[in-house]
């Protein structure tokens, strides 16, 4: 998670709980061992990282956003959880593993991130982590995009993620000494719950596009956005989110 956006924790856990079951898949890829140390990258509020801990491995939680690592100790007061941005963190080979699931792509200064990563491992020590990737919601980022510059003319605000290619983040995860031994990019489509699925997941996640519009106009903006994304996202009566992810297992050389 990044420290540029600001997070609605109750509405993240009551309505997108989705992030942390599809991690699950992730957390197998990782594969924790009893007793390995392992820090959880944009950990949220936590959920993943008690998933890891109760696979026996001594995890700390890591999250640049306060509200999220507020929420963390609360959900699980018996975990280490830090307030840190990935791109600052200080630790020296103490890692057993690095996880990340869905925060990558929130963090922009990915080559910080990845040395920082690199930095935090021991030797052999090993990157398992999946964000969305080249693509991701290409979809609802088109729709918005397209609604904003309507509304905000051409000063829309900026994108605020980086959905990276197998190739593009390959070469940046080498650059830092960490060799990559296993990358797949690949479709998933997510459902999103109930009937305002979208409009939810907007406004969790993309609200900065509208809320410089006075109250009205971003209600409206949202509705036209909403409406754009109806006949390619909505299908059988339920709301999906175009979800591309990237997962990737790299080991520090
Ligand atoms: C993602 O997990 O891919 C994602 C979540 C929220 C906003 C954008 C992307």
């Not at 509705?223 to 909505?234: A, I, Y």
């Amino acid at each position: 998670m990044s420290a540029a956006n600001s997070w609605n924790p109750e509405l993240y856990e009551a309505r997108h709980s989705f992030v942390w079951q599809l991690g699950e898949g992730a957390i197998d890829l990782l594969d924790p061992k009893r007793g390995e140390k392992i820090l959880d990258l944009g950990c949220g509020p936590g959920q993943l990282t008690q998933k890891i801990a109760e696979r026996g491995a001594d995890v700390t939680g890591l999250d640049a956003s306060p509200e999220m690592i507020g929420q963390a100790r609360q959900n699980y007061p018996k975990l280490r959880f830090v307030l840190e941005d990935a791109a600052r963190m200080q630790f020296d080979g103490e890692f057993d593993a690095v996880f990340s699931n869905a925060a990558l792509h929130w963090m922009l200064d990915a080559l910080a991130v990845a040395r920082a990563v690199a930095r935090a491992l021991r030797h052999n020590g090993r990157l398992v982590a999946e964000l969305g990737g080249r693509g991701n919601i290409a979809q609802i980022e088109h729709a918005i995009a397209t609604v904003a510059a309507r509304y905000h003319g051409v000063a829309a605000p900026k994108n605020r993620t980086f959905y990276p290619s197998v190739g593009e983040y390959a070469s940046l995860l080498e650059s830092c000494g960490l060799e990559v031994r296993m990358a797949q990019l690949f479709d998933r489509p997510t459902l999103l719950q109930g009937s305002e699925g979208m409009k939810n997941w907007i406004r969790q996640f993309k609200w900065y596009y509208y809320d410089s519009l006075a109250g009205e106009r971003a209600d409206e903006a949202l509705r036209e956005t909403v409406d754009l994304l109806r006949p390619s996202l909505f299908r059988d009566g339920e709301w999906y989110a175009d979800y591309r992810r990237l997962r990737i297992v790299a080991v520090k050389v």
